[in-house]
């Protein structure tokens, strides 16, 4: 499975963004996929991730501001983030779990402005 995110740019604080994750290969297989974040200095944290039977997750930080969910048919995975905050920038990943791998795609960079 390869993963390609896009999306990411800079906003100002309460603005929007949209990140997409863009799935081939055995997209069948995966079970479940997510959206990270890793900030400067931080360690690297879930955001929100998605079952293949459609159960989603959120960390608390982002509750009620960001929507996971995804597109079948396109084999995309998206992120809408609103009321973005200053402590939202980081760079996001999204990643693919495959049985007991996860499988990791490039990290696209979201900038919020105060």
């Known amino acids: 499975v390869q993963l390609q995110a896009f999306g990411g740019g800079l906003v100002q604080a309460g603005g929007s963004l949209r990140l997409s994750c863009a799935a081939s290969?055995?997209?069948?297989?995966?079970?479940?996929m997510g959206w990270y974040r890793q900030a400067p200095g931080k360690q690297r944290e879930l955001v929100a991730s998605i079952h293949s039977g459609g159960t989603t997750s959120y960390a608390n930080f982002v509750k009620g501001r960001f929507t996971i969910s995804r597109d079948s048919a396109k084999n995309t995975l998206y992120l809408q983030m609103n009321s973005l905050k200053p402590e939202d920038t980081a760079v996001y990943s999204c990643?693919?779990?495959?049985?007991?791998?996860?499988?990791w795609g490039q990290g696209t960079q979201v900038t919020v402005s105060s």
């Open positions: 290969g055995s997209v069948s297989s995966i079970i479940a």
């Open positions: 990643a693919a779990q495959l049985g007991a791998l996860l499988r």
